[in-house]
């Protein structure tokens, strides 16, 4: 059950949603995993040994998994297949109409796609996570879907993907948060 003074938080304003990657698998986008698996496959077929990565990603470190992907072809490379696998999904699920629907000063998400500012009819602005982007959420944000991990449809001088354990090596300095395998649904 929600509570009343929840409810008056977000009617409020203030409030600021944080978004994961089950808002987008009920949508139909692939769970992390699944993700990997595509673009795994993906290189199979360019008849490249993927068997390595495959091996990493089964221990349930995805981001280092992801880097032995970029070191068969680029990370560029992995940028790029990894949005056109989530651009395939063009349609807000029920869960993004919702959070759509709601108040929320600010909607924070890992996920790639934008079917949040889908969902919201133009009301959201998409706001990615490299240079002058930054000074975006300064002060006050209001309106935005802040893509802390890239977005798929946003430029690379103003959006890059967080992937690889590279990336989140370059987002994330002196962090242990890819160092320990975890599973993702």
């Known amino acids: 059950m929600i509570s009343k003074s929840l409810v008056e938080l977000i009617n409020s304003g203030e409030a600021i949603a944080i978004v994961g990657s089950g808002i987008s698998a009920d949508a139909g986008l692939p769970s992390w995993g699944t993700l990997f698996e595509s673009v795994a496959n993906a290189l199979d077929a360019k008849s490249l040994n993927t068997e390595e990565s495959r091996v990493v990603a089964k221990k349930g470190r995805l981001p280092e998994a992801f880097d032995l992907l970029a070191a068969l072809t680029s990370r560029d490379d992995i940028h790029r297949r990894t949005a056109e696998i989530v651009e395939k ?97």
């Open 89 to 185: 999904v063009a349609t807000p699920g029920d869960h993004h109409n919702r959070l759509a629907d709601w108040p929320f000063r600010i909607h924070a998400t890992t996920n790639y796609d934008h079917l949040i500012e889908e969902a919201s009819g133009g009301q959201l602005v998409s706001v990615g996570n490299r240079g002058n982007e930054l000074h975006k959420m300064a002060g006050g944000a209001n309106g935005v879907a802040w893509h802390l991990h890239g977005g798929s449809r946003l430029s690379k001088d103003v959006s890059q993907l967080v992937v690889t354990k590279s990336d989140y090596d370059d987002y994330y300095p002196d962090s242990n948060m890819v160092q320990t395998p975890c599973v993702f649904g």
